[in-house]
């Protein structure tokens, strides 16, 4: 069996920087995990003493706080200002982005609609910069009985489907006066979407690497299973069950953005040690 | 056979409110064909002596010119004006929105994308208010080599399907930063293409009432020809030929945005005169 990389997968430039960030701030605490791996999260634990905790509140004044790739919300960043944590922004710029046309459009008297995921740091961190809300929509159907203003700003989460994306920008152009749609999925989510689209389509079996709560593994792997039925998402090499290969051609592999190197080789190091 | 008119067709607002301005002023002239239908412009003539040049500036001073429906070119309402012709605005205001949008988002900084027919007095009279140019196109395949601004505008022609236009949404939003979508098709138009829509479907003969050269009377002629093969363009009673109603058993009628009732009801009569 051949075991082939997607043309783009794995880390993005967001990430990198992240890890970068934290690499270089030994002995801190990230707020919330840094990425959504907790194999790579470990790692900068045991390797670089950089902590983790789930609650803002625990930072004292002059502890240094890393703020994740995701982002955090606006009100705990002030929070944190305020009681004098050394805050060390992580959060992608690609994120940061997003936050700042929230606030932007949500003040020059926009609706503001945000398709993702309501329970994601990252857009929980967004619409909390809309100074006057946000509505958070996973597909057109919310919209149906919603009135908005007649003029709407409308943000996606960095790691949705362009094509979902789309669906909701349909449903509002023709309902409204005039919908500012800003394309704020990355590059590196839409290309690593792009290559994974490509390779399952050749592949008879599919590995997509990637924590579980991933939301941009997960899109890879939906992806992913649209046109191979045999795709699995897996964390690490421990989540491979061997009978999976059996009679397999080809092997393709891809991996979230939050995905490191290493965790990828294992992978492919555990399947060549067994198979073919 | 029974006849049925669709449940929304005809006289818009603004061509109803253009009508009433030249009523209301006797003895002018328009700037061009006030509504694309020549038997109203006809009767506007005989009737109020409202005549017709093609030429601006064979306005003087002090002489009366009505601005068509469709508006004009910036510049050309400034020589107008220059000149000191008392210009009477009869630009219907679903025309006059775009127009301010064209300049409002070209000044701001966007490439200015309009959809709609290069050819059109509408569409010169908004391009010519972008003041850095704007791009006209009729479908998504002129975009493919053409490099804008990571920030766009786009504007419609008031009387083009919605359908076609979020072709072109749909085209440039993946590929763009910020794509701001103007809805400016106008609502007396998308009345009418529904209401055509639905006829179609359960008409066996359709009619099209409308001037040879009015772009929403050939938009509903397109929608009516896809659900009903036997679908006819026609300008008047003139242009019927009765042969088409032969064994038919519903004829359906829709007419143009600049179409008056009572060419509809000449047709209707002389339908009803041979056939029944």
Redesign the interface.
Known sequence: MKIQLAENYGFCFGVKRAIKIAEDNKNSSTYGPLIHNSKEIARLEDDFHVGLTDNHKVFKAGDKAIVRTHGIQKQELEELKKNEVNVVDATCPYVTKPQEIAQEMSEAGYSVVIFGDEAHPEIKGVKSYATYGALVVTSPKELVKIKLKEKIALIAQTTRK?ED??EV??YL???????????T?CNAT?ENQEAVLNLSKEADVMLIIGGKNSSNTKQLFRISKDNCNDSYHIEDEKDLDFLWFKDKKLCGISAGASTPDWIIQNVIDAIESKII
Chains 1, 2 share one sequence.
């Open positions: 362009v994306y789309m920008a349909n152009i023709p309902r409204y006066k005039e919908v500012r749609v800003f394309n999925i839409f």
